[in-house]
């Protein structure tokens, strides 16, 4: 039941509950007392008046003789009557079983006698009035009356003392629903600001404030997440800072050994001469690489990246930029296939970054394969897809859910020799999705990799 359902029974329930408590106590009271004993004692008078009435008329000739007609009814007064009187039209007594009130008036019969508890009994013979028969009973019926009196006092005790019942009795159900949320939101607010994470939300019940303190509590496992992604990325982030210092200095420390030697004259010979030349060029693109990469993460992650895209066909695109990695890789002893003619449609890219993209996922295959790299596109429904398959080592499925996260490395998993950033792969998934597209992987240990890049045409 919500906090709305919950104050509105409340209201209601002090509103009815009184009225239906009093009802109910006035049908048991009826039915129990006035509807019973008293009822019932009431009609047998009633009924005993009338048999009286009758046998007075039979000698109403013969009450003046006070005496006689005494003993004529002292019989049926027996357990009934305690006093019966005959008043004549003008309301004079002119008969009274005590003989105290004989010729006075009917006024002066005492209240406690006259008010509530007699029954009487108009007197005709030959249809002409005569008197009224006044009859006593022998019970007190002044005290059931009185209860009638104070009937509506211990009606209304009854309803104010349902009243404070009912409020102690609301006021739990409230405090429960209310009140205990409340505290353990307070309790959860303290233990948070505290820097403590490590509890749970007991409050359950299907309420707002339930649906509050779940969603409380979803918070907290989220915030709880998310400090333990930022630890592990800012020690990611030191361990980065490690990996690209190691990272710069080796090529660096390798083009500087090698251009000595060439400022020294140790190179004589022309193949010499292009083998150091062409290891400058490599160790340099590998910087190249390593430092485009850190500016594209840089940029990111300050929000300030962006790309270019202009428009053109994916042909071209692609002769572009595969035609220079069949020329640098014509010598590798990897076989490095790129299969044509490329698919022709419009894309609207970033040239640039879409060949990173490739330089990337190329160097990545690079690290791992066996013998051959293979490259082929194919156009979808409405988009470009391009293949970048290898024949490697293959990847665990437990790492495939992680590859494109940033820092990330499957080489630690399987304790390989080939090192890097672990920005590679992430860097490729956030420029596929500025151009609206997509990347995928399919990968099975010992079996390659293939890489599956999603261009949507324009």
Same mark, same amino acid.
């Given at each position: 039941?919500?906090? +709305?359902?919950?104050?509105?029974?409340? %209201?209601?329930?002090?509103?009815?509950?009184?009225?239906?408590?009093?009802?109910?106590?006035?049908?048991?009271?009826?039915?129990?007392?006035f509807?019973?004993?008293?009822?019932?004692?009431?009609?047998?008078?009633?009924?005993?008046?009338?048999?009286v009435?009758?046998?007075f008329?039979r000698?109403?000739?013969?009450?003046?003789?006070a005496n006689?007609?005494?003993?004529?009814?002292?019989?049926l007064m027996? &357990?009934?009557?305690?006093?019966?009187l005959?008043?004549?039209?003008?309301?004079?007594?002119?008969?009274d079983?005590?003989?105290?009130?004989i010729e006075?008036?009917?006024?002066? /019969?005492?209240?406690?006698? *006259?008010?509530?508890?007699?029954?009487?009994?108009d007197?005709y013979?030959?249809?002409?009035?005569?008197g009224? /028969?006044?009859m006593?009973?022998d019970?007190? !019926?002044?005290k059931?009356?009185n209860l009638l009196?104070?009937?509506?006092?211990?009606?209304?005790?009854?309803f104010?003392l349902t009243?404070i019942?009912?409020? %102690?009795? /609301?006021?739990?159900?409230?405090a &429960?629903?209310?009140i205990k949320?409340l505290?353990?939101?307070?309790y *959860?607010?303290?233990?948070?600001?505290a820097?403590? !994470?490590? %509890? #749970?939300m007991?409050?359950?019940?299907?309420?707002?404030?339930?649906? $509050?303190?779940?969603e409380?509590?979803?918070?907290?496992l989220k915030l709880?997440?998310?400090?333990?992604?930022?630890?592990?990325?800012?020690?990611?982030?030191?361990? !980065?800072?490690?990996?690209?210092?190691?990272?710069l200095?080796?090529?660096l420390?390798?083009?500087?050994?090698?251009?000595e030697g060439?400022?020294?004259?140790?190179?004589?010979?022309?193949d010499?001469?292009?083998r150091?030349l +062409?290891?400058i060029w490599?160790?340099s693109?590998?910087l190249?690489?390593l430092?485009?990469?850190l500016?594209?993460?840089?940029?990111?992650? $300050?929000? #300030?990246?962006?790309i270019?895209p202009v428009?053109?066909?994916?042909?071209m695109?692609?002769?572009?930029? $595969?035609?220079?990695?069949?020329?640098?890789?014509?010598?590798h002893?990897?076989?490095?296939?790129?299969?044509r003619?490329?698919?022709r449609?419009?894309?609207?890219v970033?040239v640039?970054?879409i060949?990173?993209?490739?330089d990337n996922?190329i160097?990545?295959?690079?690290k791992?394969?066996?013998s +051959?790299?293979e490259?082929?596109?194919?156009?979808?429904?409405?988009?470009l897809?391009?293949?970048?398959?290898d &024949?490697? !080592?293959?990847?665990?499925?437990?790492d495939?859910?992680?590859?494109?996260?940033?820092?990330?490395?499957?080489?630690?998993?399987?304790n390989?020799?080939?090192k890097?950033?672990?920005?590679?792969?992430? @860097?490729?998934?956030?420029?596929?999705?500025a151009?609206d597209?997509?990347?995928?992987?399919k990968? +099975?240990?010992?079996?390659?990799?293939?890489?599956? @890049?999603?261009?949507p045409?324009?």
């Open positions: 039941m919500g906090i +709305r359902a919950k104050i509105i029974f409340s %209201f209601l329930s002090l509103l009815i509950a009184p009225f239906m408590v009093v009802f109910l106590a006035l049908l048991i009271m009826n039915s129990n007392a509807g019973g004993p008293i009822q019932d004692k009431l009609q047998d008078l009633s009924d005993h008046s009338e048999v009435a009758e046998e008329k000698n109403f000739d013969n009450f003046e003789q006689e007609l005494d003993l004529i009814l002292a019989p027996k &357990d009934k009557f305690r006093r019966v005959y008043a004549d039209p003008d309301r004079i007594i002119h008969y079983s005590s003989g105290l009130l006075k008036s009917l006024s002066e /019969l005492s209240s406690t006698d *006259a008010d509530f508890d007699t029954f009487d009994v007197i013979i030959d249809d002409i009035y005569k009224t /028969l006044i006593i009973p019970i007190d !019926l002044a059931a009356f009196l104070l009937l509506p006092v211990i009606m209304i005790i009854l104010i009243i019942a009912l409020i %102690f009795i /609301l006021s739990k159900i409230l &429960d629903g209310i949320p505290r353990e939101l307070n *959860a607010a303290e233990r948070i600001a820097g403590d !994470l490590e %509890f #749970e007991s409050y359950d019940k299907e309420d707002e404030f339930g649906k $509050l303190c779940q409380f509590d979803h918070m907290r709880k997440d998310s400090l333990t992604k930022q630890v592990q990325y800012e020690k990611s982030r030191r361990q !980065l800072i490690a990996s690209i210092s190691h990272d200095k080796t090529p420390t390798s083009i500087k050994g090698y251009v060439l400022q020294d004259g140790l190179v004589t010979d022309e010499t001469y292009q150091y +062409r290891v490599d160790k693109n590998r190249n690489h430092i485009d990469d500016f594209i993460f840089s940029k990111m992650e $300050l929000g #300030e990246f962006k270019e428009r053109l066909d994916s042909d695109l692609l002769e572009e930029l $595969l035609s220079t990695r069949e020329m640098e890789l014509k010598d002893d990897v076989d490095f296939i790129v299969q003619p490329f698919p449609i419009t894309l609207f970033d640039h970054r060949g990173q993209v490739l996922l160097d990545n295959a690079l791992f394969t066996q +051959r790299i490259v082929h596109a194919e156009v979808l429904e409405s988009s897809a391009i293949y970048i398959t &024949d490697g !080592l293959g990847m665990d499925s437990d495939l859910p992680y590859i494109f996260d940033h820092f990330y490395k499957i080489d630690k998993v399987r390989t020799k080939s890097g950033t672990g920005l590679g792969l992430a @860097i490729c998934k956030e420029l596929v999705e151009h597209g997509s990347i995928h992987v990968s +099975r240990e010992g079996k390659g990799t293939t890489f599956k @890049i999603v261009l045409t324009k």
